[in-house]
């Protein structure tokens, strides 16, 4: 069997979360998420479940032991995402209850970022490329 095309040549992020079809809708909301695939437990609870941000695959599903979302101290991973206007998903995002850690900025290494933590506590980076 032959490895599916956006499997191909990527790490892919599977983040869990309280709540996996809250997040969902959030993501798709904020970041204009499109859901890939879900798997329901008999609890009602999401298994594991599959969305496409900006092309990217990312996997989430609901936080079993021994598994558990970002504590307090705050994940471990950050999330980068390009974007065509990073200024733009910002607004959107924050419309829809992210939390804005740093606005839209020109940074040095020829991008314009921000950073949203999403209701989950994992922390997003948002880029769009800028000419420098």
Not at 13 to 40: M, N, Q, T
Request: hydrophobic share 45%; no cysteine; charged share 20%.
């Amino acid at each position: 069997m032959e490895i599916p095309e956006h499997y191909k040549y990527a790490v892919i992020p599977h983040i869990l979360v309280d709540g996996a079809a809250e997040a969902i809708k959030f993501y798709a909301e904020a970041f204009g998420a499109s859901e890939l695939f879900r798997l329901d437990g008999d609890d009602g609870r999401i298994v594991h479940a599959e969305i496409s941000v900006q092309g990217s695959t990312l996997m989430l599903g609901d936080a079993e032991a021994p598994f558990a979302p970002p504590a307090e101290a705050g994940p471990s991973v950050i999330l980068h995402v390009y974007v065509p206007d990073v200024d733009a998903l910002t607004d959107r995002a924050v419309a829809a209850g992210a939390e804005l850690i740093s606005p839209p900025a020109d940074m040095p290494y020829g991008a314009r970022q921000s950073m949203l933590r999403d209701p989950s506590g994992h922390v997003w980076i948002f880029l769009t490329p800028i000419d420098g």
